[in-house]
């Protein structure tokens, strides 16, 4: 059993509440709204949702439950302190993060006077920095103590769905704790124990940013299939049974396949199709804006890392690979051609090397094409690797070919390397750059 205090009985306290008094902690639910707090004592649910009320009656019965307006009382009788006060939005979208940081500094003074160990857990949703620039330094400065030493801090994104949430907090589809110290995360991973779900321990700023991933993942799921399904209705298509069978590939459409940030996509049918299909949606007059940002987003990626080469401030610039991706000798729609494309027109010296595309500009079917319609890239590709490695100052890794993984980590003093890919996790400092890590 684990003492726990939880400010905030809103719908993500109140759950939580309800569920971990359910599994035999000793819950204290704090809130400064009087109602919810004689609604909960009266084992009554502050909220409406599926399975919550007879959880908070019993709990309360059971005298595993109780609720206060009283900080200090509740900091004192507990050991965890879960946050789960609302974050809402400002007029210009940004959060607005006036209750976390009252209650943190309610809580810091409360520790002040408290000798033994505790921690400190957010729940609510906040931006990545928000736990270093909002809940730590109201915690440190209110109680005179040290994060990290004199008392734990966590961040812990709940995955509740309304409607279902007391399922969802039985059956998460992960359990993340961001820690700012191993001992702090320790005593989460002990309430989640039971839990059959990957638990992940990481820092503070992962686990803030999991959250929003996965929220406007969520958002940009509908919207994706929104749009296909007015295209699907402007065609006489029935949209819902297109993403039934769009549901039902989970090797390429639901799987993380797709799903690791690096460079642009290329080749010869994403882009074609893309152009295809919302060139389709315009002659239909149907709005299809997320669709229409999918080419306009990949081609901010190119520019990005043609921004990462050139402000190096280095002229001799070595590509390894540049197909559009390993394994393959196609040039057609490659992002890395665009980007050896500006380095040329801007005066920089390039030496490319790509042991499938050598070989498809002797017998492969794209030899036409480097022959004839890139032969000003032709010009530059050399035989070796090594060519390659000698000669630059900077070195930009175009594909994840296993051969390029060794340049990497065996860089010299005076070469910085640029990675589209993530071909290594083996390397970091001022000489390495990933895209997106």
């Not at 036409?368 to 630059?392: G, K, Q």
Request: aromatic share 6%; hydrophobic share 40%; charged share 20%.
């Amino acid at each position: 059993m684990v003492n726990i205090s939880i400010f905030g009985l809103g719908y993500v306290g109140a759950v939580s509440a309800g569920c971990l008094a359910t599994d035999g902690h000793c819950v204290i639910g704090v809130d400064p709204n009087q109602t919810k707090v004689d609604l909960t004592n009266a084992g009554r649910s502050p909220i409406i949702e599926s399975s919550i009320g007879e959880m908070i009656a019993a709990g309360v019965a059971s005298r595993m439950l109780r609720a206060t307006t009283q900080v200090q009382e509740a900091v004192h009788a507990s050991d965890i302190s879960f946050i789960c006060v609302g974050t809402p939005s400002q007029i210009n979208g940004n959060l607005d993060l006036s209750y976390v940081r009252r209650v943190c500094e309610e809580i810091g003074s409360a520790l002040r006077e408290k000798t033994t160990y505790h921690v400190v857990v957010a729940r609510s949703t906040m931006l990545p920095g928000s736990m270093r620039s909002v809940v730590i330094p109201a915690l440190e400065s209110s109680s005179g103590k040290r994060a990290g030493v004199d008392f734990g801090v966590c961040s812990n994104p709940e995955f509740l769905r309304e409607g279902t949430a007391v399922w969802d907090y039985y059956n998460p589809p992960k359990t993340v704790i961001g820690e700012t110290d191993a001992r702090a995360g320790e005593h989460l991973v002990k309430l989640y124990s039971r839990l059959a779900a990957p638990l992940i321990r990481t820092s503070v700023e992962t686990a803030e940013m999991v959250k929003y991933a996965d929220n406007n993942w969520h958002a940009l799921k509908v919207t994706f299939a929104n749009e296909v399904g007015s295209i699907c209705k402007a065609m006489g298509i029935d949209g819902r049974e297109v993403m039934d069978i769009f549901c039902q590939d989970t090797k390429l459409n639901l799987s993380s396949y797709y799903m690791k940030p690096g460079f642009a996509f290329g080749g010869s049918c994403l882009p074609k199709d893309v152009r295809a299909l919302t060139y389709k949606a315009k002659s239909l007059d149907i709005d299809v804006p997320v669709l229409n940002a999918i080419l306009p987003s990949n081609q901010r990626q190119v520019q990005r890392a043609i921004s990462m080469v050139t402000a190096r401030g280095k002229r001799r610039v070595g590509v390894l690979g540049f197909a559009f991706k390993s394994g393959t000798d196609d040039l057609r729609e490659s992002p890395i051609v665009d980007l050896i494309e500006h380095l040329i027109g801007k005066g920089y010296e390039l030496k490319l090397y790509d042991s499938n595309v050598s070989v498809a500009a002797l017998t492969g079917a794209n030899r036409d094409y480097i022959l004839n319609h890139i032969p000003h890239i032709s010009r530059l590709m050399v035989e070796t690797l090594e060519e390659v490695t000698d000669f630059a100052e900077v070195l930009v890794i175009g594909n994840g070919a296993e051969e390029f993984r060794s340049p990497v980590v065996s860089t010299r003093g005076d070469q910085v390397v640029i990675d589209l890919v993530r071909v290594t996790d083996r390397v970091s400092g001022d000489s390495y750059e990933g895209i997106c890590w």
